[in-house]
């Protein structure tokens, strides 16, 4: 079988994984671009990256090492620096791989892959992708050109698209919304119904690690979540809960605060909080047996107590 090596081992979902793979017993290397204790240094990750220590007695590579999607972002053309390290830099590893005998690539992907919102139905492998900004659209071109790597190789090719995912350390939009719930600031989402997938990153790290062993997991692309759906107001609802505090919610239309999103330019935030995406995880229990070990409101909680100490540890 071989080890497994792990791209991105000091990430924030890679050093949960690597640990993952310890307590399990599982052999593994974890890569990463500077020199760590107990990780192999492969210097940038990019298509230029050479992969030949790293990939010894290896059997499957989980891939999580890339350029992440970024809200400000600071280089000319993004496009491109994505595919670079997004497109580029996968084909190159993978193209390693199969010369060191690798089986198996696991390739983490991203939900933005199938697009930016669901109405009526939750996303699925067959559906049609419809990336909509660079990040997205490198992460599907990455999609494709593993495929067809695999199609020309035999390397078996598996394929994760994650939602939101959040766990202790966790940054960006959640963690501000973490901090606010935690100060007691009021929040006009009171009436707001939609339904957003997420994942915890200790759910992800079992259902990767299923994808990397399973036999059936072969050629497959699989959307994986927490098996729950909560709207923004059950989200601020179980931080809350998690963090001790009351949830200051207040009803406020949501055809009120689009309308003032827009008047501020940020229409593009505001349906990310008041719209759905859900995704449909079945595919994993149908034909991996995976079911997420942990419950949402657990992990929410975890997440959010751990903003709040390392709050006070500042």
């Not at 990463?32 to 492969?42: K, M, N, T």
Request: aromatic residues 6%.
């Amino acid at each position: 079988m071989g080890k497994i090596l792990v791209t991105g081992a000091n990430g924030f979902v890679g050093s949960v994984f690597c640990a993952h793979l310890a307590e399990r017993g599982v052999p593994f290397t974890g890569a990463v671009r500077r020199a760590a204790p107990g990780r192999l240094a492969v210097g940038d990750i990019d298509e230029k990256t050479d992969w030949h220590n790293a990939l010894s007695d290896v059997g499957t590579v989980v891939h999580l090492a890339n350029r992440a999607h970024v809200m400000r972002e600071v280089v000319a053309d993004p496009l491109a620096e994505f595919r670079r390290i997004n497109v580029d830099g996968t084909l190159n590893l993978a193209r390693q791989a199969v010369a060191a005998g690798t089986r198996r690539f696991v390739y983490v992907s991203s939900i933005k892959v199938n697009g930016e919102a669901t109405t009526g139905h939750p996303f699925t492998a067959r559906d049609a992708p419809a990336p909509q900004d660079p990040y997205a659209i490198s992460k599907w071109e990455a999609e494709q050109a593993l495929t067809e790597l695999s199609r020309q190789t035999g390397m078996e090719i598996v394929i994760v698209r994650p939602p939101l995912i959040y766990g202790p350390g966790v940054k960006a939009n959640l963690l501000r919304l973490i901090q606010a719930v935690q100060r007691g600031v009021p929040m006009p989402f009171g009436a707001v119904c939609n339904a957003r997938s997420m994942v915890s990153v200790d759910n992800l790290c079992s259902a990767l690690l299923a994808c990397a062993t399973h036999p059936a997991a072969a050629g497959q692309t699989f959307l994986v979540s927490d098996g729950q759906d909560l709207s923004t107001a059950e989200l601020i609802r179980v931080i809350a809960k998690g963090v001790g505090r009351r949830p200051r919610l207040i009803a406020v239309p949501p055809s009120w605060m689009l309308l003032a999103a827009r008047a501020l330019g940020k229409q593009d935030a505001a349906r990310r909080v008041l719209g759905s995406l859900q995704v449909d995880s079945s595919a994993l229990t149908r034909q991996l047996g995976w079911r997420a070990p942990y419950r949402i409101e657990d992990k929410l909680a975890e997440a959010a107590r751990d903003v709040v100490v390392r709050g006070r540890g500042k």
